[in-house]
């Protein structure tokens, strides 16, 4: 592994992205992006007595599914990251209790799977481990009884809100056989834009992306158009509009070739998502589903994966605390 | 556009960010609330005109008001009035029941 300019790892040996398995539930299914998740629920409840409960099922139903898929011995995968967003990262711990594998519980809140990536990129290419398992999931119901009412009370929702995704993304990273290779790692750093409202994520997001997209492109020398596609996640339609505003205000066009995990997973208009999907589920949902079959299909071949994090808990917005951000990228190529 | 500090952003961000429709929520509010504390003046005339006295006639309303509330929250259509409605729905005394049929519900 050698540092580029400031922050930027490049692998010596890219990083094999062998397997991924992804599974959302009801409100998912009816969206756009349905056909490409391997599971779609009817039932959020997946049959469970709560919704904390039905998340770790979540978790654990997609990682099983992510290993029997990358055809890799279960006793062969030598470390798990996974996390999400509940507290103590309970659905990932409790999930994942009987799978075996040495376990990091790992909160980046929405970027925790980009996060787990970067960790198991450096573990593969620092010889540490052969095979790795990368897991994080969210649940809509758990997430807004946390950090904001209870859904029964029928609260009205901003038009700047975003929409928890109920889903789980996993996937195998192996320094062995064939898949996208993950090439260049971009672990961001905290940036704090002064954002209060924990109903405008994006907004509070923003910041922190632009500060991790722009260092990518200076550290690597590389252009928005190298990149098939940039995909940030979870930034919503007003964090998306203000990483483009951002980027383009320090010389950078990437109106043409990015889009959001948060903004591709819903439809806006027909699902009343307001600002569109969130939660460490959602860029691991559309990663693992959507973005890994068009590399599958070659439709792919260089594509910039960012997720982003509000790194706050239900505490600190009472308390009236500013959103610190956070946004970590990798670099996946065919 | 120029950020340099994290006032311009919170400006900029202001600007950028669509306004919740405040008219139209208070219109809907207003509509919703009005209906709710109709429907419990009905109930208390009507208990009245029975022969009940006031004080008991009040304590109907609430019941009836609270258990009608719990029972389309059952139903899950309360949210969708409390979306609709906001504070018009929350204000009465509806929302007490909500915190009753929420803490029913293990949360």
Same mark, same amino acid.
């Given at each position: 592994?050698?540092?580029?300019?400031?922050?930027?790892?490049?692998?010596?040996?890219?990083? +094999?992205?062998?397997?991924?398995?992804?599974?959302?539930?009801? +409100?998912?299914?009816?969206?756009?992006?349905?056909?490409?998740?391997?599971?779609?629920?009817?039932?959020?409840?997946?049959?469970?007595?709560?919704?904390?409960?039905?998340?770790?099922?979540?978790?654990?139903?997609?990682?099983?599914?992510?290993?029997?898929? $990358?055809?890799?011995?279960?006793?062969?995968?030598?470390?798990?990251?996974?996390?999400?967003?509940?507290?103590?990262?309970?659905?990932?711990?409790?999930?994942?209790?009987?799978?075996?594998?040495?376990?990091?519980?790992?909160?980046?809140?929405?970027?925790?799977?980009?996060?787990?990536?970067?960790?198991?990129?450096?573990?593969?290419?620092?010889?540490?481990?052969?095979?790795?398992?990368?897991?994080?999931?969210?649940?809509?119901?758990?997430?807004?009884?946390?950090?904001?009412?209870?859904?029964?009370?029928?609260?009205?929702?901003?038009?700047?809100?975003?929409?928890?995704?109920?889903?789980?993304?996993?996937?195998?990273? $192996?320094?062995?056989?064939?898949?996208?290779?993950?090439?260049?790692?971009?672990?961001?750093?905290?940036? &704090?834009?002064?954002?209060?409202?924990?109903?405008?994520?994006?907004?509070?997001?923003?910041?922190?992306?632009? &500060?991790?997209?722009?260092?990518?492109?200076?550290?690597?020398?590389?252009?928005? $158009? &190298?990149?098939?596609?940039?995909?940030?996640?979870?930034?919503?339609?007003?964090? +998306?509009? /203000?990483? /483009?505003?951002?980027?383009?205000?320090?010389?950078?066009? /990437?109106?043409?070739?990015?889009?959001?995990?948060?903004?591709?997973?819903?439809?806006?208009?027909?699902? &009343?998502?307001?600002?569109?999907?969130?939660?460490?589920?959602?860029?691991?949902?559309?990663?693992?589903?959507?973005?890994?079959?068009?590399?599958?299909?070659?439709?792919?071949?260089?594509?910039?994966?960012?997720?982003?994090?509000?790194?706050?808990?239900?505490?600190?917005?009472?308390?009236?605390? $500013?959103?610190?951000?956070?946004?970590?990228?990798?670099?996946?190529?065919? | 556009?120029?950020?340099?500090?994290?006032?311009?952003?919170?400006?900029?961000?202001?600007?950028?960010?669509?306004?919740?429709?405040?008219?139209?929520?208070?219109?809907?509010?207003?509509?919703?609330?009005? =209906?709710?504390?109709?429907?419990?003046?009905? =109930?208390? @005339?009507?208990?009245?005109?029975?022969?009940? @006295?006031?004080?008991?006639?009040?304590?109907?309303?609430?019941?009836?008001?609270?258990?009608?509330?719990?029972?389309?929250?059952?139903?899950?259509?309360?949210?969708? =009035?409390?979306?609709?409605?906001?504070?018009?729905?929350?204000?009465?005394?509806?929302?007490?029941?909500?915190?009753?049929?929420?803490?029913?519900?293990?949360?």
């Amino acid at each position: 592994m050698k540092k580029v300019g400031n922050q930027s790892f490049l692998l010596s040996n890219p990083v +094999k992205i062998v397997s991924t398995a992804s599974i959302v539930g009801p +409100k998912e299914k009816e969206g756009p992006l349905c056909e490409f998740f391997d599971q779609a629920l009817e039932d959020e409840f997946w049959g469970e007595k709560s919704w904390e409960k039905a998340e770790s099922k979540f978790i654990k139903e997609t990682v099983n599914m992510a290993i029997a898929k $990358s055809k890799i011995a279960q006793t062969d995968i030598e470390l798990c990251f996974a996390g999400d967003l509940l507290n103590q990262c309970i659905s990932s711990s409790f999930g994942l209790r009987e799978i075996n594998i040495p376990f990091f519980g790992i909160f980046g809140a929405c970027s925790t799977f980009v996060e787990g990536m970067i960790l198991a990129s450096m573990a593969i290419d620092g010889d540490f481990a052969t095979n790795v398992v990368c897991a994080s999931s969210s649940h809509f119901c758990s997430a807004e009884k946390q950090f904001r009412f209870p859904l029964e009370l029928g609260n009205q929702r901003p038009p700047s809100s975003q929409w928890t995704v109920t889903g789980s993304g996993s996937a195998v990273l $192996s320094k062995n056989g064939t898949g996208p290779k993950i090439t260049i790692l971009t672990p961001g750093k905290i940036v &704090d834009m002064g954002i209060k409202d924990a109903n405008n994520m994006g907004a509070a997001m923003a910041g922190a992306a632009a &500060d991790t997209l722009l260092t990518h492109f200076k550290d690597t020398g590389r252009k928005p $158009s &190298d990149y098939d596609a940039i995909f940030s996640g979870d930034l919503g339609y007003i964090g +998306k509009d /203000i990483l /483009i505003d951002l980027a383009a205000s320090k010389g950078y066009n /990437i109106r043409a070739n990015y889009n959001d995990c948060g903004v591709l997973i819903f439809d806006k208009e027909k699902q &009343d998502t307001h600002s569109g999907g969130s939660g460490c589920g959602c860029i691991a949902s559309v990663f693992s589903g959507y973005i890994y079959q068009m590399f599958q299909e070659k439709k792919y071949k260089k594509v910039l994966l960012m997720a982003t994090g509000a790194l706050m808990n239900s505490t600190s917005s009472q308390q009236g605390e $500013s959103i610190p951000g956070i946004a970590h990228a990798i670099s996946i190529e065919a | 556009m120029k950020v340099e500090s994290k006032e311009d952003y919170q400006k900029y961000v202001d600007k950028k960010t669509p306004n919740s429709p405040i008219l139209k929520n208070c219109f809907n509010a207003f509509l919703v609330g009005g =209906i709710i504390c109709s429907i419990g003046q009905i =109930i208390f @005339e009507f208990c009245k005109m029975r022969g009940l @006295e006031e004080s008991s006639s009040y304590t109907v309303v609430s019941i009836l008001l609270v258990f009608l509330s719990a029972f389309l929250t059952a139903l899950n259509i309360f949210n969708r =009035i409390g979306k609709f409605a906001g504070a018009g729905s929350l204000v009465p005394i509806t929302r007490f029941c909500k915190f009753y049929s929420i803490s029913g519900n293990g949360i």
